[in-house]
């Protein structure tokens, strides 16, 4: 009965976990709100794993809610790539939810619902199947994200949840805008539907399909943080808890998905006058987004704004991965997708450790007293660092050679090796730099009753070995990415659920 109802288990789950904290009246004991969190990202996780093994197994899953059939019914559609989104998100909000159980929950009402409202959000616009329901997702999580972003509160969360709250109000104003405009000329906001009817437009409705494709490029290009709409992303990033900002690494991820999912394939199969206008923007706007985000790197005053901008900096490369539009080089993309979410979540991890440690001094850049367990924290740095930078033998360096092999074909060649090796070399001297004042140049005994709790370690112990086994399983991983690739631009999705020949 479970396997018939497999593809919408990751969203009903987390779902139905944030009711149950939400209203079981819990707040007064936090032990039991962490026991039912922690079991239900435990949950999620093995749903995710069984998912991932349907789909390898038995190909792609449609799920049709309540069996409306398309292009009426709303669908779910798991391949590959949503399965390995769902399973990576599942990851990285166990490793948040653990460490938060720590201390950090205590800060604020109503955080271990929140968070799993957040991953039912994200997971629902990984597996959504249909625009309007992606709309539908996209709110969910960004609902969420309001109340965690100013979890704990302080002067610097309200001020930077403010502008996230605004620009992505906007955000969320210019999608429900694109939305009637692609249904005007299209009649449907179906994936499978679009993707049949695009290869027929013409006229003035190809005018119209145009300017709504824009849009959702606007829209996509916000939540990703593509330059020039990745302002928001250091601040808001920065400013937050350390559980809430490693749980939206993979947030800017939501938005690149969208762009390869719906500009790439969905109207980009071979349609070259809804694809093109987008698509020829990519690589000049992902070389921008990585120049930029070099510069904010090197400028970093603190270890959460050095981990802002290093997150700018992978969606600038795989932006030029996607712009390459084929296969080989989405392969690489998604190996490298998955190595930038995991050192991401780990160096937002580490640095609430730090900035927990340091008092006054929290996370910056400067001289101040030793920290407890310093020699631990320091090799977890190392690890972490070497990941981020792209250096041997983690994974970070086979994620940047796939990048610079995918490029390799395109016309911007040059200029994407040279920014993609130049923002690694700042990173070097960035992560340098910051070992150095928060670990080489410390001082002093560390004050008396501070100390790293285990719920912190753990969750970069795990995603440490991750990332090893990244690199000790590389050909396996690279043979799932090139067989999730192909599935992807191969889209079989039209015929898979009766739409062959539609119009």
């Not at 159980?101 to 968070?115: I, Q, R, T, V």
Request: some cysteine.
């Amino acid at each position: 009965m479970l396997q018939d109802h497999l593809a919408i288990l990751p969203i009903i789950t987390p779902m139905l976990m944030g009711i149950i904290l939400l209203f079981a009246r819990l707040r007064e004991n936090i032990n039991d709100q962490r026991v039912i969190a922690i079991c239900g990202q435990a949950i999620g996780l093995l749903i995710s794993i069984v998912l991932l093994r349907s789909v390898l197994l038995d190909g792609p899953i449609v799920y049709q809610l309540g069996n409306w059939q398309q292009p009426y019914g709303i669908a779910l559609y798991v391949d590959q790539l949503s399965a390995l989104l769902v399973l990576l998100t599942s990851l990285v909000a166990f490793c948040a939810q653990a460490y938060s159980c720590a201390g950090e929950d205590k800060n604020g009402a109503f955080f271990h619902p929140l968070m799993m409202f957040q991953v039912a959000g994200i997971s629902g616009a990984f597996l959504t199947a249909d625009i309007f329901n992606l709309f539908v997702f996209f709110e969910i999580l960004l609902m969420a994200s309001y109340s965690l972003m100013i979890h704990g509160g302080g002067k610097n969360k309200v001020l930077a949840n403010s502008h996230y709250v605004f620009l992505n109000l906007l955000g969320s104003s210019i999608f429900l805008i694109a939305l009637g405009t692609i249904y005007a000329a299209f009649g449907t906001l179906s994936y499978a539907d679009l993707s049949l009817k695009a290869q027929n437009i013409e006229g003035t409705q190809l005018l119209l399909a145009q300017a709504g494709i824009f849009l959702l490029f606007v829209v996509f290009a916000l939540k990703s943080a593509m330059l020039p709409l990745h302002l928001w992303l250091a601040k808001t990033y920065s400013s937050t808890s350390a559980p809430v900002a490693a749980l939206f690494a993979i947030l800017t991820k939501v938005g690149l998905y969208c762009i390869w999912r719906i500009h790439g394939v969905v109207f980009g199969s071979g349609v070259d006058p809804l694809s093109a206008p987008v698509l020829q923007w990519l690589t000049p706007l992902a070389l921008l987004t990585l120049a930029l985000a070099a510069v904010g790197i090197l400028g970093s005053k603190t270890l959460r704004q050095l981990a802002s901008y290093l997150i700018i900096a992978s969606v600038g490369s795989l932006l030029l991965v996607i712009a390459q539009h084929n296969p080989q080089a989405s392969a690489a993309g998604f190996y490298y997708l998955i190595h930038s979410t995991l050192a991401g979540c780990a160096i937002f991890l580490l640095a609430g450790i730090v900035v927990r440690l340091r008092a006054k001094a929290q996370d910056r850049f400067v001289s101040t007293r030793a920290m407890p367990s310093s020699g631990l924290l320091s090799f977890l740095f190392l690890v972490i660092a070497i990941a981020m930078i792209g250096l041997p033998p983690l994974s970070g360096f086979i994620g940047k050679a796939l990048l610079l092999k995918a490029t390799m074909s395109s016309n911007w060649m040059v200029w994407s090796w040279a920014l993609i090796l130049i923002s690694s070399f700042v990173s070097l001297i960035a992560m340098s730099r910051a070992a150095s004042y928060l670990f080489w140049k410390a001082s002093g005994e560390p004050a008396e009753g501070d100390v790293v709790h285990k719920l912190e370690l753990i969750p970069l112990f795990v995603i440490s070995m991750l990332l090893l086994a990244l690199v000790v399983f590389a050909n396996d991983v690279d043979g799932f990415t090139q067989s999730a690739a192909q599935q992807m631009h191969a889209y079989p999705m039209p015929e898979m659920i009766g739409l062959k020949g539609a119009q």
